[in-house]
């Protein structure tokens, strides 16, 4: 079955950047969509970007404009560069491996997820 590890997250101030990566192995990569999620303690699982396997994208409006989801399916890899980064992104950052090929929004629509990577952003 397909395994993601995530990695890159960390501690960093307000308006700092952080790019994760999430590694997959196991699976068709390059024929899926992959997503990436986060989750702040008492809330639930969010929605942050999708990536198709076309490599169209989509972004939640809260990070807009501030992260930028890519692949490289040479490497089975998927990013998510996040720049400006608020406070209020401070959390475990999920990837997940998608049911389908198009891009998708919600967490159901994902098969496999990561163990996830935390991300704090200190004021």
């Known amino acids: 079955q397909v395994q993601l590890v995530e990695s890159g997250g960390g501690l960093v101030q307000a308006g700092g950047s952080l790019r994760l990566s999430c590694a997959a192995s196991g699976g068709t990569f390059s024929i899926y969509a992959m997503g990436w999620f986060r989750q702040a303690p008492g809330k639930e699982r969010e929605f942050v970007s999708t990536?198709?396997?076309?490599?169209?994208?989509y972004y939640a409006e809260s990070v807009k404009g501030r992260f930028t989801i890519s692949r490289d399916n040479a490497k089975n890899t998927v990013y998510l560069q996040m720049s400006s980064l608020k406070p209020e992104d401070t959390a475990v950052y999920y990837c997940?491996?998608?049911?389908?090929?198009?891009?998708?929004?919600?967490?159901?629509?994902?098969?496999?997820w990561g163990q996830g990577t935390q991300v704090t952003v200190s004021s």
């Open positions: 997940a491996f998608g049911r389908y090929s198009n891009a998708v929004y919600g967490a159901g629509d994902y098969a496999y």
């Open positions: 990536i198709s396997w076309k490599s169209s994208t």
